[in-house]
């Protein structure tokens, strides 16, 4: 399947790389109509998608080649029904959209559908929620031609802000009519984001193994993979682990590991420290199946600082003292470091005072009979200390669920550094 794919990606890059050598061979050749170009366009956009990020330049070039060829193009030739959708697919493809009201002000004849380019005018100046009646019923009449698909996908985004459900139909309508190219990988990616919003697990993980399964090499994917990763941690248990590393299969050993670690750090940032003690683990066997090449020192970092808040604290904090900073990046080491401090102050002994003003003594009398809560210290421990006393654990629990997750918190915005996406 996957050699198939791949021979299809080829191809259309292939034809998309002949078309453009016509674009720019005749650059000056006024019978190039747009809606050619538009087809080499929108095979890069898809070969890119399904991972072949060498187009992403030729992608750049179609585009400005495109916009050049429409500013440049006699009005008459929107005459021409494919012409006129290819300035609407460019614009709703990441064209620039000076060029759509560039054309509008010239359309004298009305070959461009006046509500269309209200809709997108609107949408793409950030009106978007000016037009969600409109935009639903010219996806509806447009249904089956080139534009219909896009029209979908701006009718999802524009209603998922007010009404995710209504958003959901959009996108899945979107998905039926392009399956394999680039408006199918955005519908997915903005189906998990509408899903998630509404509460709907099963859904949002059914939407996330689509994609795995059709666009985990998706210059996209890094956005997949945030957007699952705040899935699982927000919805646990209700996703549960199981389906997490249904997901995770779905990946090459480095992606799942990586993904699993993102799980772990982030479960341990929001206290939920089975989740971090799960993901955690399946990351250090995914090492196993790395032969040497996998995060030898990360996983059991994830794993230990997961297990602070347990009975088994001092043994964590030991742990936690061995692992070796050598392989971990300034984040890591921070984060270990303040995991650590936690430990430690859940572990630290208490002291305990053990002198009084004798007044409950002198209330009881000389009958030497004293009630529960006003025994007098026990000599053994008074001016002494007293390690890992039940109350002060809980404090220290308390304390690390407000003051040390706060910590942890603050390392957490370091993500970015390391993803670049999040």
């Known amino acids: 399947m996957f050699a198939r794919r791949h021979w299809f990606v080829r191809s ?30 929108q095979y890069v956009q898809d070969s890119l998608v399904l991972g072949d990020h060498s187009a992403s330049d030729l992608q750049r070039y179609l585009l400005d080649a495109l916009d050049k060829r429409l500013r440049a193009a006699d009005n008459g030739t929107l005459a021409d029904n494919r012409n006129a959708d290819a300035v609407f697919v460019y614009v709703m493809s990441g064209g620039n959209p000076a060029t759509l009201n560039f054309l509008a002000s010239r359309d004298t004849q009305g070959y461009l559908d006046a509500r269309v380019v209200n809709v997108l005018q609107k949408y793409l100046d950030g009106r978007g929620a000016q037009v969600t009646s409109s935009i639903a019923s010219l996806s509806q009449e447009y249904q089956g031609s080139p534009i219909g698909p896009y029209l979908n996908l701006v009718a999802g985004n524009v209603n998922y802000p007010a009404d995710p459900t209504a958003a959901l139909i959009f ?20 189906s998990v984001v509408a899903a998630a919003s509404l509460r709907d697990v099963d859904r949002a993980f059914a939407y996330s193994v689509r994609y795995a399964r059709r666009f985990l090499h998706s210059p996209y994917a890094s956005q997949f993979a945030d957007l699952f990763v705040d899935l699982a941690v927000t919805n646990d248990p209700a996703l549960g682990h199981e389906r997490i590393s249904e997901v995770a299969a779905l990946m090459d050993p480095d992606r799942a590991q990586e993904l699993y670690l993102r799980i772990s750090r982030l479960a341990t940032l929001k206290g939920k420290y089975e989740l971090a003690s799960y993901t955690a683990e399946a990351a250090l066997k995914l090492n196993d199946v790395l032969s040497g ?53 859940i572990v630290r002994p208490v002291e305990i005072s053990g002198e009084g003003d004798g007044s409950e003594a002198d209330a009881a009398g000389d009958t030497g009979t004293r009630t529960a809560g006003t025994q007098p210290p026990d000599p053994t421990t008074a001016g002494s200390v007293v390690p890992n006393a039940p109350a002060a654990t809980n404090a ?13 918190g603050e ?12």
């Open 12 to 41: 259309a890059l292939l034809a998309a790389v002949l078309a453009a050598g016509s674009v720019e061979t005749r650059a000056q050749d006024q019978s190039l109509d747009a809606y050619k170009i538009l087809r080499s366009l």
């Open 171 to 190: 996108y899945d309508r979107t998905r039926i009519e392009a399956p394999g190219t680039i408006l199918e990988e955005a519908a997915l990616r903005r």
């Open 293 to 345: 090449k996998g995060r030898e020192v990360l996983p059991g970092l994830y794993e230990h600082i997961a297990k602070v808040p347990s009975s088994k604290v001092s043994e964590v904090v030991d742990q936690l003292s061995s692992i070796s900073r050598d392989g971990l990046s300034d984040r890591d080491r921070a984060l270990l470091d303040a995991a650590q401090r936690v430990g430690e102050d």
């Open 396 to 408: 220290a629990v308390d304390d690390f669920v407000t003051q040390g997750r706060n910590k942890l």
């Open 411 to 422: 390392i957490d915005s370091l993500l970015s550094e390391e993803t670049g996406d999040r």
